[in-house]
């Protein structure tokens, strides 16, 4: 079975500053994918980022970049210059084919408050 | 842009009534799921739809079922509402086949059962 783990309940960074939200993965099968959401106080899911298993090298979209270290099953957020608006919770999830759907399990999630 | 909606933001229900949560997306797309979260436990998948009519279980079915008469539409069925099925409902959908799979996701309806 396939199990997301992200360690970190809440974390502080101030503001214009990176920060690193931890995601651990175990999983058998060899190709996979791990994708970033992230949920405002407003409560819907935004997609941040997606890394395949046999990409070679780390995803990135604007200022957010994913840290994929195989070998070590980790799949780390890094944002960049944060901003007052990404105070937020932040699910990292993996993907798993059932059928013709891309089944995803979710982590319990990191809330991001940034600070002035 | 993919629009995917509930019917209800929110939702308050008595013990042992028969709820319906909706969902209908705009972008043709096969799969479609409905996952619970609740504070703590992240989302948690309750079934998922990758064609009409076709449905399978996810990690927590009890209590729950589904139905899928259309492909934009996939409803959830609390056949008799209890109190731990208070939670937030949220809606997804996503293509299938190649490309990163991504989910799409609705506003979510926060369910309050008395």
């Known amino acids: 079975a396939q199990k997301i783990t992200q360690t970190q309940p809440g974390m502080f960074v101030q503001e214009k500053e990176a920060v690193t939200l931890d995601c651990t993965y175990d999983t058998s099968d060899p190709s996979y994918g791990l994708f970033w959401y992230k949920q405002p106080s407003s409560g819907e899911m935004i997609f941040l980022i997606y890394?395949?298993?046999?990409?070679?090298q780390n995803a990135t979209e604007g200022r957010y970049s994913l840290n994929f270290q195989k070998a070590r099953k980790s799949a780390n957020l890094v944002i960049s210059a944060s901003q007052l608006g990404d105070s937020a919770m932040y699910f990292c999830?993996?993907?798993?084919?059932?059928?013709?759907?891309?089944?995803?399990?979710f982590g319990t999630g990191t809330r991001l408050q940034v600070t002035l | 842009d993919v629009k995917v909606t509930q019917s209800s933001r929110y939702l308050v229900k008595r013990t042992g009534e028969k709820v319906f949560l909706e969902c209908v997306q705009d972008m043709d797309h096969e799969n479609m799921f409905w996952y619970r979260q609740d504070p703590g436990l992240g989302l948690r998948l309750i079934y998922f739809?990758?064609?009409?009519?076709?449905?399978e279980k996810g990690d927590i079915p009890e209590g729950y079922s589904v139905s899928r008469e259309k492909k934009e539409r996939f409803s959830l069925i609390l056949e008799s509402a209890s109190t731990n099925q208070t939670s937030m409902y949220l809606c997804a959908s996503s293509l299938s086949g190649g490309g990163n799979y991504e989910q799409y996701f609705g506003p979510g309806t926060r369910l309050t059962v008395t």
């Open positions: 890394q395949g298993s046999y990409d070679q």
């Open positions: 999830a993996m993907r798993e084919r059932v059928r013709t759907a891309s089944k995803l399990t």
């Open positions: 739809s990758y064609d009409v009519k076709m449905k």
